[in-house]
């Protein structure tokens, strides 16, 4: 039986009433029939029945014992950085997430937990950074927003020989396209907000662990602080689910042939795309990936950030917002959106320039984004002609 029926009939037929979809247990607790006795759930906040179906199937996605499901991705990830101590220290990807950045440098500095971001497309990078005091290996594969891959099986070696636990972002790729637990990840982690849900209706974020003891100790941080996901968003991820595999190989497809029409415009100095031959890491991305995923990035050969706000604010079916995996296009500007929070210096070190532009790319006809995108580009040559006349 493939993946996709597995996961369509994993989803249980509610047993009181033969629903097909699951029921929304909209409820804050559950009445016991003596102190202590219940029917496996007493407080919603340690569980829920709509929310244990997604965690359930969550950990069924990405080949874990034990799914949790939390309010945001960056719940999640918090819950992730609980499992240390002060004076541990994190080795991180040095293209990272802004969200991410923020929360290592702004929240969890000040407890004495320190990180260091090493660009580990090269694993030997990883292996000269390691130290006694490092516990935590954070990866995210493809990276955002400059797409790089790192050897999940390389990566998850020397985290094992140095007993330190190794963390996934695989939001990105999505559990349809890469399985880091299969690949040696301890942890994966997931903002469901993106490919999981689908439909740009929600925020959730999910861990997934192999061991089932590490999985305790996550269920039982999710419980004690309350991050917990909502039953009326865990329906939704539920829902969203049910067509991840049709909708991430659509992603993919479309991503590709807007890559390939990139490579050959005249405006664009590089375009980030792990299944173009071009891409640095390529070969990496098709041993341990099924397709290469739904987000495109490009940065001009002008790398100026007026520029490239000309282009992202000048299409029509792609739409200026943050966030990516939904059903429909989005672009985004992250100097200015998703990874200001990050210094400039910093952002230039790991490729994101001024006139970097993201691409998430929806589901509508390939060719109607591509002359879409020309569109926009066409409009901005125009600009930098007129620029350069004057000149």
């Known amino acids: 039986m493939t993946e996709p029926t597995q996961i369509l009939h994993s989803i249980p037929v509610d047993p009181l009433t033969g629903a097909i979809s699951v029921p929304i247990y909209q409820t804050s607790t559950f009445v016991q029939s003596a102190p202590g006795v219940h029917q496996g759930y007493d407080y919603a906040r340690t569980n829920n029945p709509t929310r244990k179906v997604l965690e359930d199937l969550s950990a069924q996605l990405e080949n874990g014992s034990t799914g949790v499901a939390f309010a945001s991705g960056l719940a999640a990830i918090d819950a992730v950085l609980k499992l240390l101590d002060t004076g541990d220290e994190i080795i991180a990807v040095e293209d990272i997430y802004g969200g991410a950045f923020r929360q290592f440098t702004h929240i969890y500095a000040k407890f004495g937990i320190s990180v260091k971001y090493v660009d580990t497309t090269n694993v030997l990078n990883i292996i000269d950074a390691i130290t006694p005091k490092t516990k935590l290996l954070w990866i995210e594969t493809p990276t955002n927003p400059t797409l790089k891959i790192t050897d999940l099986k390389a990566a998850a070696k020397i985290a094992t020989s140095a007993g330190i636990l190794l963390c996934v972002d695989n939001t990105f790729a999505s559990p349809v396209l890469q399985k880091p637990l299969d690949l040696g990840a301890d942890i994966v982690i997931h903002s469901a907000t993106k490919y999981l849900g689908g439909h740009s209706d929600l925020i959730s974020g999910l861990v997934v662990t192999k061991d089932p003891e590490l999985g305790a100790r996550i269920k039982f941080i999710q419980n004690a602080t309350g991050a917990i996901l ?66 495109v990035a490009f940065d001009l050969k002008i790398d100026d950030a007026a520029l490239a706000t000309k282009i992202v604010t000048g299409t029509r079916l792609f739409k200026l917002a943050e966030s990516l995996g939904g059903v429909k296009s989005l672009c985004c500007l992250p100097c200015e959106m998703t990874h200001k929070s990050i210094p400039r210096d910093k952002r230039y070190q790991s490729g994101v320039t001024d006139s970097l532009v993201r691409l998430s790319v929806g589901l509508e006809n390939a060719d109607d984004l591509i002359q879409d995108l020309d569109t926009a580009l066409k409009q901005t040559e125009k600009y930098t002609n007129q620029s350069s006349s004057i000149l």
């Open 230 to 295: 909502s039953p009326f968003d865990s329906w939704l991820v539920i829902r969203g689910i049910e067509t991840l595999h049709l909708r991430v190989e659509q992603h993919a497809s479309n991503a590709q042939k807007l890559a390939e029409y990139l490579s050959h415009s005249p405006l664009v100095n590089q375009v980030y795309y792990p299944g173009l031959v071009s891409h640095l890491n390529h070969d990496i991305a098709a041993e341990q990936m099924s397709a290469f995923g739904g987000v």
